[in-house]
């Protein structure tokens, strides 16, 4: 999921996303641990969307403060 994308979700879904990729982040250190992580790169895809996702969520959470 590109960046485009992540900016047209709303709070709730960015959360449920955030949530997903972090248990899935979980899940691949584990492997990682026992050597059985098949796709390496891919700690580096999910670390980059977390920070993506966080960003978006703070910048809204500051614009909605802001605002009221």
């Given amino acids: 999921m590109d960046l485009k994308e992540l900016k047209n979700l709303n709070m709730s879904e960015l959360t449920a996303l955030e949530q997903s990729l972090k248990k899935?982040?979980?899940?691949?250190?584990?492997?990682?641990?026992?050597?059985?992580?098949?796709?390496?790169?891919?700690?580096?895809?999910?670390?980059?969307?977390?920070?993506?996702?966080?960003?978006?969520?703070?910048?809204?959470k500051k614009i909605n403060g802001k605002s009221n």
């Fill in 24 to 60: 899935e982040l979980f899940v691949m250190r584990q492997q990682s641990q026992l050597g059985q992580a098949e796709k390496p790169a891919r700690f580096g895809i999910l670390r980059k969307q977390v920070a993506q996702i966080l960003t978006l969520l703070n910048e809204r």
